[in-house]
């Protein structure tokens, strides 16, 4: 069946009421390199047939409010070609990229709107295996602020840590280190405003917190943590001024090429 000639493409392959399916259709539908041809085929029928016997009973037994239902369909496939002719267009023509300056200036305009709901901090955070060789190194220098240091924790953290984050520049939420301490912080507002350094232990791990800088939840949020965000508002909005051009400039060169009537 799969193998026929162009001559045959149009043959019969089902029908159900007057509704039928050809060959061509199916054959449409097969997907490239696919290597079980037959079970596709067979399911693809016998699912065809299902819809429209459903199809077909829906017609009968919807008759009265037909009309109905054919205007939603007629709404929704239109909503559909406009969606896909739209985001066509954006894909092609639309500038996507949002400058820094506007993050910021935006970021500035609406910073009130800009709360942290929850804490955060910039730090270390590292867990080494109580036994690891010259530990000790850690102990004097996981707060460190010499680029030299900070290089050497970093070899050593990468030979013997479990786990390690020793970059100070970027924010973290304090949750996603506080679910893994031996024991859970319950206040972590008071933790933060106190705490510089500290280490804790279970029976096999040293869990090293430094804390250089802080912010609690109900504080503003700072711009790196909230740069993304923005950046998504920004270019929804310039996807709507787009599209808004767009419709007023179709909308004009049909009115100037008299393509549009109204009586």
């Keep these: 069946m799969l193998s026929c000639s162009s ?7 089902a029908s159900v009421n007057e509704k039928v399916l050809l060959r061509s259709e199916l054959l449409s539908e097969i997907p490239s390199q696919l290597k079980d041809s037959t079970y596709f085929v067979e399911k693809f029928i016998n699912d065809w047939i299902r819809r429209q016997l459903l199809l077909s009973h829906a017609e009968i037994n919807l008759s009265v409010d037909l ?3 054919e205007k939603q369909v007629e709404d929704y496939r239109a909503s559909l070609l406009i969606f896909a002719y739209q985001q ?3 894909n092609q023509n639309l500038d996507s990229a949002i400058s820094f300056s506007d993050i910021n200036d935006y970021y500035d305009s609406y910073i009130s709107e800009f709360d942290l709901s929850n804490n955060i901090f910039k730090g270390r955070f590292i867990i080494i295996d109580k036994l690891a060789p010259d ?4 102990n004097s220098n996981y707060k460190s602020d010499n680029d030299v240091i900070i290089k050497e924790l970093e070899n ?8 390690y984050y020793i970059e100070t520049e970027k924010w973290n939420y ?5 679910n893994k301490l031996p024991r859970l912080i319950d206040d972590e507002v008071t933790f933060l405003i106190n705490t510089d350094g500290v280490f804790f232990e279970d029976a096999n791990y040293r869990y090293y917190v430094y804390i250089d800088e802080y912010r609690v939840k109900g504080d503003t949020s700072p711009l790196a943590l909230e740069l993304d965000k923005i950046k998504d508002v920004l270019l929804n909005k310039k996807k709507v001024n787009y599209l808004k051009e767009l ?3 179709l909308y004009e060169i049909a009115l100037s090429k008299k393509k549009i009537n109204i009586y």
């Design 247 to 249: 419709e007023e400039d």
């Design 135 to 138: 530990i000790n190194f850690v």
């Design 67 to 69: 009309v109905k239902y």
């Design 174 to 178: 304090f949750s996603s280190i506080n």
């Design 88 to 90: 066509e267009l954006i």
């Design 7 to 13: 001559n045959d493409s149009d043959n019969l392959i």
């Design 156 to 163: 050593y953290c990468l030979k013997y840590a479990k786990e």
